[in-house]
Each structure stands twice: as structure tokens, then as C-alpha cells.
């Protein structure tokens, strides 16, 4: 007897606190039936979807709060759900696109949960509206992309800056750039290596500016002191971009890109492994961009006979892949000239 009684009185005070969790819930709760109708909504949910309880009890939640473009994808989520009794989807969340009563569609999150998956055909709907969280995640992405197009432009200014100082190279580094990102997509690295290796290579040579520009400028063959000069061009491109905390190793890229597989390159005479694999893709475009350049103490070589030079040299100076790749970059119908800043899709992201 005291057992009933107890039992009746613990059901009673569930009851009330069911009632209270669901009346006073920042959450939009709908009440429904195993075919998806509406049988009670919390105020909570009638100011989400703008509509009053009596307006949608015994609609169906598709009706009411579905888009009339998603009803397949609600009617097969719901199918699946049922199916597998809620079981599987207890504690699973999913981003939906609802409907409020004026027909906007706004994001969504729901869960549904069936109280008791044995004996009752009864579920319960969360919906919270994520509009602002949207908007939010928007803005911060718009924001990022914001800041690395500023970014990307600004490398770019200081690529031009070098190439005013050093008239016979116009477009030089752009050209590399180009090229090595091509190289480095077809090796098939991460996308944001290539991006370093893109942005690395727009100002691989921008230790120029250390280099007196009459030697820069002067037409015909550089003497062996000239020479000497332009070679720090490594190590002052290192000292200017060291300090600036790029994600990628950009200054590393201006210090070893003469660098070569045998120890014969400069600034350090590092050998094989010890040159960054960035570093020698720049090395790569930076040379074959070179020489298929027109020089005033030089004509431009034949394609044909650079990408000869290169091969030659695969292991001595080159690493074997990178130089691989390059020919058959060619061979597919790649032109140096040809700069399309568009044709890496990261880099049309960063162009929109
Ligand atoms: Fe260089």
C-alpha cells in the first residue's frame, strides 16, 4: 500500500518536473508522435519558429518547420531514426535548415531522443536556432581570408620592390612562384606547403636589395667580384625575412635556394638532406625560369635544352622527383609565361 502511494507521488513530482524542465527550457522543444506530428511545443520553440502552440499542434513537424527543398532529407532522417528505434542516434546532434513561420530558413541544430523506445511512440525534438553562431563562423573566415589576402598582397609589393631595383628580371620571382607552386601541387604536397612555397618563392630573391644596383643593372657578363656581391643575396634575404613569424619557412627558402644536392651551392655548401625540400623546388623553377629568360649578355635557352640541363644534373644538383616533375609539368603542355593566378584553387580563394 505504501509502496503505491509512494510510487503515485514519485510519478506526480516527474510529471511536474518534466513539465517545468520543458516550459522553462532555453532549448525549442517539440513533442510528436512516430509520423513526425506535432503534439505539444515549449515556449522556447514557439519563439524560435514565431508561431503559438495551437498554430501547429497536429501538423506535422515537415509542414511547419521544414522547408519545403528539404522534406526528403527530414523524411529520411526521421525513417532512420524510427528504424533503428532512436537507438543509434541517442546523443547525436545534426545541423538541419528549419523554417519559421514568416517561411525564413534559418540553421539548426536538433536532436531527437524517443522517452521510451519500448513502449511509447512518443519522441522529443531539441532544436536550437545557430543563426548567430553561423554568422559568427562566417565572419571569422571572412576575417582569415581577409588578413591572408592582405598578406599575399603585401608580399607581392615587396616582390615588385626587388624587381624595380633589377630591371632584367621583371616578373622573375612571379614566374618562380608560379612555377614552384606547380612543381610542389604535382609532388602533391599539403596545401598549405604550397602556399609557403608559393610565398616563399615571390620573395626568394629579395636579398637583391642589399646589392648594389649598378651591378643589378649592368648589361653583359658579371665579373667574379660581381659575382661575389650578388651572392650575399641568400644570406640578406634570410636576415630580412628571419625575424617576420611566417607559418612557413620562407626565410629558409631565400637562404638555400642556390643551395645543391652535392655541397657545391651557396651560401653553407649544404648537401642532400640537409637543403629543405622547399628550398630545392624553388631551387629547380628558380633555374629553369632563369634560363628560358632572355639576359641582355645572353639570349634566352631553348626549353628543351634547359629541361636537358636540369636533367643532367638530376642527384649533383637536383633532387631526382622534383626535377621529374618539372619535365613532365612541361611536357603536359605548361608555359612560363603563362601566369594564372587564378589556376591553383587556394590561391583563387585568396583572390575572391
Ligand atoms: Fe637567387
Not at 171 to 196: T, Y
Not at 275 to 300: G, K, M, N, W
Not at 305 to 314: D, Q, S, T, Y
Request: with cysteine.
Amino acid at each position: 500500500m505504501k509502496q503505491t502511494r509512494q510510487s503515485r507521488l514519485k510519478r506526480d513530482i516527474s510529471s511536474e518536473w518534466f513539465h517545468a524542465l520543458v516550459e522553462s527550457a532555453l532549448d525549442g522543444i517539440v513533442i510528436m508522435d512516430d509520423k513526425g506530428r506535432i503534439l505539444d511545443v515549449n515556449p522556447a520553440a514557439e519563439k524560435i519558429f514565431g508561431y503559438i502552440s495551437e498554430d501547429v499542434i497536429g501538423y506535422t513537424v515537415s509542414e511547419k518547420f521544414i522547408p519545403l527543398s528539404k522534406h526528403r532529407t527530414y523524411k529520411d532522417g526521421l525513417t532512420a531514426f524510427l528504424t533503428t528505434e532512436g537507438k543509434k542516434n541517442i546523443d547525436c546532434r545534426v545541423e538541419i535548415t528549419a523554417m519559421r513561420a514568416d517561411q525564413s530558413e534559418f540553421p539548426a541544430e536538433l536532436e531527437v531522443i524517443s522517452i521510451s523506445p519500448e513502449t511509447s511512440k512518443i519522441f522529443i525534438a531539441y532544436i536550437r536556432d545557430i543563426s548567430k553562431q553561423k554568422q559568427a563562423e562566417q565572419d571569422r573566415l571572412q576575417y582569415a581570408m581577409n588578413i591572408k589576402k592582405t598578406l599575399l598582397q603585401t608580399i607581392l609589393a615587396v616582390s615588385r620592390t626587388v624587381e624595380i631595383r633589377d630591371p632584367y628580371t621583371a616578373g622573375h620571382q612571379r614566374r618562380v612562384a608560379h612555377l614552384a607552386a606547380n612543381i610542389a601541387r604535382d609532388l602533391d604536397l599539403s596545401e598549405e606547403r604550397i602556399e609557403g612555397i608559393f610565398l616563399g618563392a615571390l620573395i626568394h630573391d629579395i636579398g637583391k636589395i642589399a646589392v648594389p644596383s649598378e651591378i643589378l643593372s649592368r648589361p653583359g657578363e658579371l665579373s667574379p667580384e660581381d659575382i661575389g656581391y650578388l651572392k650575399v643575396h641568400s644570406q640578406k634575404g634570410y636576415e630580412i625575412l628571419e625575424p617576420v613569424n611566417f607559418p612557413w619557412p620562407v626565410a629558409e627558402i631565400a637562404l638555400q635556394h642556390h643551395e645543391h644536392l652535392d655541397g657545391s651551392g651557396y651560401p653553407q655548401g649544404l648537401r642532400g638532406d640537409e637543403i629543405l625540400l622547399d628550398a630545392q623546388i624553388v631551387s629547380v623553377a628558380d633555374i629553369v625560369e632563369s634560363l628560358t629568360a632572355h639576359r641582355p649578355y645572353r639570349p634566352a635557352y631553348p626549353l628543351n635544352e634547359v629541361l636537358a640541363f636540369i636533367n643532367k644534373n638530376v642527384d649533383r644538383l637536383y633532387d631526382r622527383d622534383i626535377v621529374k616533375t618539372c619535365v613532365q609539368l612541361f611536357k603536359k603542355g605548361y608555359h612560363i609565361d603563362a601566369i594564372d593566378m587564378d589556376e591553383l584553387s587556394w590561391l583563387a580563394s585568396l583572390m575572391e
